[in-house]
């Protein structure tokens, strides 16, 4: 059974930093593309970073230069670094792992960037 747990969540200032963390189990991790997207409130789920199993990360233009994901395949765990942090980062995030055509789902972790 795959499961996908975030944590790291919280409510955070405008220009704050704040790090997620996922941990995979029941998957080859090593061998997924490990990603990140968010879902704000009455919008559409949307792409924030990914990363292969070779390392290469690709991130939204809206979060570059702000966020990094990085994964640690020893510890089958995946990360978000997030810095100077906007109102409109606000979402909840969800991790996900893609292994060949299967795509697994975390709940999620809410992120809430207000003064």
């Known amino acids: 059974q795959v499961q996908l747990v975030e944590s790291g969540g919280d409510l955070v200032q405008p220009g704050g930093s704040l790090g997620l963390s996922c941990a995979a189990s029941?998957?080859?991790?090593?061998?997924?593309?490990m990603g990140w997207y968010r879902q704000a409130p009455g919008k559409q789920r949307e792409l924030v970073c990914t990363?292969?199993?070779?390392?290469?990360?690709d991130c939204a233009d809206s979060v570059k230069g702000r966020f990094t994901i990085a994964r640690d395949d020893a510890k089958n765990t995946v990360s978000l670094q997030m810095n100077s942090l906007k109102p409109e980062d606000t979402a909840v995030y969800y991790c996900?792992?893609?292994?060949?055509?299967?795509?697994?789902w975390g709940q999620g972790t809410q992120v809430t960037v207000s003064s």
């Open positions: 990363i292969t199993d070779g390392g290469t990360t």
């Open positions: 029941g998957i080859r991790f090593s061998a997924s593309t």
């Open positions: 996900t792992a893609r292994y060949f055509m299967n795509v697994y």
